[in-house]
């Protein structure tokens, strides 16, 4: 992943490839949504306000990374 590119809370393709590189072994199904978004501003490249998450956008993620993970 290109280190100059900064992850924002819409860039939510972005962050799932970020995620599923950092943590490849992960079972999706068991992570929660504090998880997530623990996980998602500890990124290196992570430059949004974490306030502005919401339930909806961490579940959208979430459901990315799945579908992500069963495509591959």
Same mark, same amino acid.
């Given at each position: 992943? $290109? !280190? %100059?590119?900064?992850?924002?809370? $819409?860039?939510?393709?972005? =962050?799932? @490839? #970020?995620?599923?590189?950092?943590?490849? !072994?992960?079972?999706? !199904?068991?992570?929660?949504?504090?998880?997530?978004?623990? #996980? =998602?501003?500890? %990124?290196?490249?992570? #430059? $949004?306000?974490?306030?502005? #998450?919401?339930?909806?956008? %961490? %579940?959208? =993620? @979430?459901?990315?990374?799945? !579908?992500?993970?069963?495509?591959?």
């Amino acid at each position: 992943m $290109d !280190e %100059l590119n900064t992850l924002y809370w $819409d860039s939510s393709f972005e =962050i799932v @490839l #970020a995620l599923m590189e950092l943590f490849p !072994e992960v079972e999706i !199904e068991s992570v929660g949504l504090d998880q997530l978004y623990e #996980a =998602i501003i500890a %990124l290196p490249n992570f #430059a $949004d306000d974490p306030a502005l #998450a919401n339930e909806s956008i %961490l %579940l959208g =993620i @979430l459901r990315e990374w799945y !579908e992500e993970t069963q495509n591959g």
